[in-house]
């Protein structure tokens, strides 16, 4: 699917493993005319930088973050603006909050699903969490814990899917 932010907005999501190039890839499409970046991490280190010390902590404080930014991505959407959640699509129940703010909208969308080995994840996560040039830093066994729960997408959940892979 080719969608041009130029003639209509359009909401653009990404699914992958932590360090799999999802925020890299967002940057890059957000560079995109008429189009606003919303990144999860961002918003939750800022917000709750305290408060996040395990995997209950970030599903908690991300489901409250969800359910306030959802009227302000459609709004956004319905305003003309195309939108670029920094958002891991890796759970159906993620894709099911980002596929409500598609159906209610009625705005286009990509799923970018970043399909990169854990062995190539772990070793950039290694390097990303040496240079501390991201908000978290998981171990490689919090990577592990983490990636449990991922689940990749599929063509029958509504999405139009991009498969990137290495």
């Not at 990749?152 to 999405?159: D, I, L, N, T, V």
Request: hydrophobic share 35%.
């Amino acid at each position: 699917m080719n969608i041009d932010s130029h003639q209509s907005p359009a909401l653009y999501l990404v699914c992958g493993k932590i360090a799999s190039g999802k925020s890299t890839l967002t940057q890059k499409l957000a560079a995109r005319p008429k189009t606003v970046l919303i990144s999860e991490d961002i918003w939750l280190s800022q917000l709750y930088a305290d408060e996040i010390r395990t995997l209950d902590d970030y599903v908690r404080r991300s489901r409250q973050l969800r359910s306030i930014l959802a009227p302000h991505v459609g709004s956004l959407l319905l305003g003309c603006l195309s939108v670029v959640l920094d958002f891991p699509a890796n759970t159906l129940n993620n894709r099911r909050w980002m596929k409500d703010i598609i159906d209610r909208t009625g705005a286009a969308h990509v799923l970018h699903y970043l399909d990169i080995p854990d062995e190539v994840c772990k070793m950039r996560l290694r390097n990303r969490n040496a240079t501390g040039s991201h908000p978290y830093a998981p171990t490689d066994v919090e990577f592990d814990e983490i990636t449990r729960f991922f689940l990749p997408p599929s063509h029958e959940e509504g999405f139009h899917i991009i498969r990137h892979e290495q």
